[in-house]
């Protein structure tokens, strides 16, 4: 029996930092997996590091249902975004090991292929109307199929999704965003999808993220005046630790409902699911305890018709992307997946044979996961202390973000 001889972890920052972890046999084949908790990354590397490395030397790598059961139940402390990462980068792991050990890729694995490839879709996000009009067309024309349209709102200076003015995403310091004003939001937001309806026509997914910031009543009215633009889904429209607050919602607009990227276990679902508030569920493989955890949640939600579309921002890793791509080809009510470029560097450091194409994502024929880490690329790539930006309204007062 081969056994798990030793574990490592790798922070590198091509572009953006990513937490890996690297698992060796006794046999000589080694799976990575990703455990990136983007402003958080050193958490979740000293959480596996210091609690859960030492508890994997000397198991057996093909036991991937009882090590994740082990890493949950073991630890007592149940949940939570450090620990749910942690255990997801064991997991994608194992299941790289298990396909490379088997010859097999992890689709293959998970009973092989639903469809033919995994709808995407991409961002477009300008600081004006007829730019972001413009980006959607663009990406139409490069094959997209579905595209998430955020635009700044004029009188509210920076905002969610919409490049910075000389600057990016992270800083050292939270950047601060200031001026949040929901009603000029609300007003704005079904003028700047008449304005791309009208220019990409019918055919074109359209989507938005509302990034947590409505009340419940205001994400129905938001639904509504949305409504004759038939969008694929609103994300995010309220946050979701209340999760009976989807009543609400749902209550008001036909406008289908995504929510979950912050999600990290099926109990922060289970009423949603249950009570069919929401149509997508955005829970990831990183995030979400791994392939292992996320196959069940998948299950538990075929059952009540809701669907996957998996978070899949930059700042999940193309580690977790591969996890995506089989995970998208082998489960049938996984119905589209977000798909961000990564900075370029990123992708020297991880070879990948996923790819997208004509807006499909293909996770390739490799055995196991079908990623890699070049290890000696992530050396020249040192961590980077960066935070997620915050949001005060405009009197001042701390917003979701
Ligand atoms: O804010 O990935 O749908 N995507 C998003 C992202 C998230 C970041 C958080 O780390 O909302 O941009
Ligand atoms: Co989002």
Redesign the pocket.
């Known amino acids: 029996m081969a056994k798990i001889e030793n574990a490592r972890v790798i922070v590198t920052s091509p572009g953006r930092n990513f937490v890996t972890l690297k698992i060796e046999t006794t046999d000589g084949v080694y799976g990575i997996g990703d455990g990136t908790l983007?402003g958080r990354e050193l958490a979740v590397a000293a959480y596996l590091r210091d609690h859960v490395v030492p508890m994997l030397i000397g198991r057996d790598p093909a036991d991937i249902e009882d090590t994740w059961q082990l890493l949950y139940k073991g630890a007592y402390w149940r949940r939570g975004p450090v620990t749910m990462a942690s255990i997801a980068a064991v997991d994608m792991a194992l299941w790289d090991i298990k396909g490379k050990v088997l010859g097999a890729p992890v689709w293959d694995l998970l009973g092989g292929r639903s469809r033919a490839a995994t709808l995407v879709y991409t961002h477009a996000s300008a600081r004006t109307i007829e730019e972001t009009v413009e980006q959607v067309a663009q990406l139409q024309a490069r094959g997209f199929k579905a595209v998430r349209a955020q635009c700044l709102v004029p009188g509210i200076d920076e905002m969610y999704?919409v490049p910075r003015q000389g600057g990016t995403e992270d800083s050292s310091l939270p950047f601060v965003e200031t001026g949040w004003d929901t009603s000029r939001y609300m007003r704005f937001v079904p003028k700047l999808f008449e304005a791309v309806r009208t220019a990409v026509g019918e055919e074109l997914h359209l989507l938005h993220?509302a990034?947590h910031r409505l009340s419940p009543i205001e994400a129905g009215r938001l639904g509504r005046d949305l409504e004759e633009f038939r969008l694929f889904w609103l994300?995010?429209a309220v946050p979701a630790e209340l999760q009976a607050a989807f009543r609400v919602v749902r209550q008001h607009t036909t406008t289908p409902l995504a929510v979950g990227?912050v999600f990290n276990n099926i109990h922060d679902c289970e009423q949603l699911v249950r009570e069919q508030l929401i149509d997508y569920l955005r829970m990831s493989a990183v995030h979400g305890g791994g392939i292992t955890h996320l196959r069940k949640v998948a299950a538990f939600a075929e059952v009540y018709h809701v669907k996957l579309g998996c978070?899949g921002?930059a700042?999940l890793s193309p580690v977790t992307m591969a996890a995506a791509a089989h995970l998208g080809l082998a489960t049938n009510n996984v119905a589209i997946q977000?798909y961000a470029e990564h900075p370029e560097q990123s992708y020297e450091v991880f070879p990948h044979h996923w790819s997208v194409v004509d807006g499909y994502l293909h996770p390739g024929d490799a055995p196991g996961l079908g990623v890699d880490i070049d290890e000696r690329a992530a050396e020249r790539f040192g961590y980077v202390r960066s935070y997620?930006p915050v949001s005060r309204k405009t009197d001042g007062a701390i917003s979701s973000w």
């Open positions: 983007n999704g993220d990034h994300e995010d990227e978070h921002a700042d977000e997620l």
